[in-house]
């Protein structure tokens, strides 16, 4: 079956850096967008950002511009998302997610999701 | 940015009842950019309803979804025990964004 397996759990100081990584199976991992999303404990969705596996390209919403990097290595279909210049604002838990087709945006609905990684911005 | 309002913020329901869940766009979203998310508590969404009113793969069909242009809701005709959850609408059309969020509580 389609699956997504994220990486574990972060801790990490204000500025630095995290790279979440996310492990697809049961699908030709270059044919769908991963996307990235976000939640705060307690609070809604936010989208962080988008790639094409295929050509490696990638975009995210003006609030995360210059600050994300999503990045894949197709030789072990794997997506990561690292997040720069990290602040408290930053602790929530990311999830990957496929797109559900390959129309975009007409397909872009979002499954299935990763179980989802905790990163938590302390110092 | 196409701003996605839930209406009610939480909805307390009895197992049986009729669930009806609202999400408002700012801006017309054309029905097929529509979708809607399940979330229960320590998991990640999951995928109910996209194109507006189409059920993904084994979704029940208690689970339905109507609407167009600024106006959209999901149904859910009579709430199973498991229904208990957070429901989320996205709209996928213009750039993304998600709803805040409707949580149905038992009664």
């Known amino acids: 079956q389609v699956q997504l397996v994220q990486s574990g759990a972060e801790v990490k100081k204000p500025g630095a850096s995290v790279k979440v990584s996310c492990k697809a199976s049961?699908?030709?991992?270059?044919?769908?967008?991963i996307n990235w999303v976000r939640q705060v404990s307690g609070q809604g969705l936010e989208w962080v950002g988008w790639m094409n596996p295929n050509s490696g390209d990638a975009g995210s919403p003006r609030k995360f511009q210059g600050r994300v990097t999503m990045t894949r290595n197709t030789s072990i279909s794997t997506a990561y998302m690292e997040l720069s210049s990290l602040t408290s604002d930053d602790t929530a838990v990311y999830y990957c997610?496929?797109?559900?087709?390959?129309?975009?945006?007409?397909?872009?609905?979002?499954?299935?999701w990763g179980q989802g990684t905790l990163v938590t911005v302390s110092s | 940015e196409i701003v996605l309002t839930q209406s009610p913020g939480t909805l307390s329901l009895s197992p049986g009842e009729r669930a009806t869940l609202s999400c408002r766009a700012s801006q017309t979203v054309s029905s097929i950019y529509l979708a809607w998310y399940q979330q229960k508590p320590g998991q990640a969404p999951r995928l109910l309803i996209y194109?507006?009113?189409s059920r993904a793969t084994g979704i029940p069909d208690r689970f339905s979804g109507s609407g167009s242009g600024t106006d959209f809701t999901l149904t859910i005709s009579k709430l199973e025990p498991e229904d208990f959850a957070v429901y989320h609408c996205h709209q996928y059309g213009t750039s993304l964004t998600f709803g805040g969020g409707t949580k149905v509580e038992i009664k």
């Open positions: 194109g507006a009113s």
């Open positions: 049961g699908y030709t991992f270059t044919s769908y967008n």
């Open positions: 997610a496929k797109s559900g087709g390959r129309i975009i945006p007409a397909e872009n609905w979002f499954d299935p």
